[in-house]
């Protein structure tokens, strides 16, 4: 069944293809299983959760640039890059994330909290609100 008001607005359906994206620009052998994601000119691959209400992506600091395995493991890292238009917040007030004060039952101060240009499938969403995740604590 399609959705009537979308083929009314002339919106096609969001196509989100779970394949072997690559998650290093330059290394073609990156590639890992996922949704093919570009957040901030960075490479993922997301795997979608449904028991999550939040977008979580892992830092840079989780993984040492060289160590192109834990790059492809962790599905790509987030790099901060406010020269490219990047927002950061501290806190969830001025963040347009989550409502609540906290991502997984773990208040947000445990995390970093960001906002940037991303594309999944064939749409760009400007603004973004994602957290980035240290995967070594789990947070």
């Given at each position: 069944?399609?959705?009537?008001?979308?083929?009314?607005?002339?919106?096609?359906?969001?196509?989100?293809?779970?394949?072997?994206?690559?998650?290093?620009?330059?290394?073609?052998?990156?590639?890992?299983?996922?949704?093919?994601?570009?957040?901030?000119?960075?490479?993922?691959?997301?795997?979608?959760?449904?028991?999550?209400?939040?977008?979580?992506?892992?830092?840079?600091?989780?993984?040492?640039?060289?160590?192109?395995?834990?790059?492809?493991?962790?599905?790509?890292?987030?790099?901060?890059?406010?020269?490219?238009g990047?927002?950061?917040?501290?806190?969830?007030?001025?963040?347009?994330?989550?409502?609540?004060?906290?991502?997984?039952?773990?208040?947000?101060?445990?995390?970093a909290?960001?906002?940037?240009?991303?594309?999944?499938?064939?749409?760009?969403?400007?603004?973004?609100?994602?957290?980035?995740v240290?995967?070594?604590?789990?947070?």
């Amino acid at each position: 069944m399609q959705n009537s008001t979308c083929l009314l607005s002339g919106v096609g359906p969001l196509e989100l293809l779970i394949r072997n994206s690559q998650v290093i620009a330059a290394d073609p052998d990156s590639a890992v299983r996922g949704i093919a994601a570009v957040i901030g000119q960075q490479f993922f691959s997301m795997i979608p959760d449904i028991n999550r209400n939040d977008t979580l992506v892992s830092s840079v600091k989780h993984c040492d640039s060289t160590s192109l395995g834990c790059i492809a493991e962790s599905g790509g890292v987030y790099t901060y890059k406010p020269e490219e238009g990047a927002m950061t917040y501290n806190g969830p007030a001025q963040w347009n994330g989550t409502n609540g004060e906290d991502i997984d039952g773990t208040s947000t101060s445990s995390y970093a909290l960001f906002n940037d240009v991303a594309t999944l499938g064939n749409a760009t969403i400007y603004g973004l609100p994602f957290a980035t995740v240290d995967n070594s604590s789990g947070k």
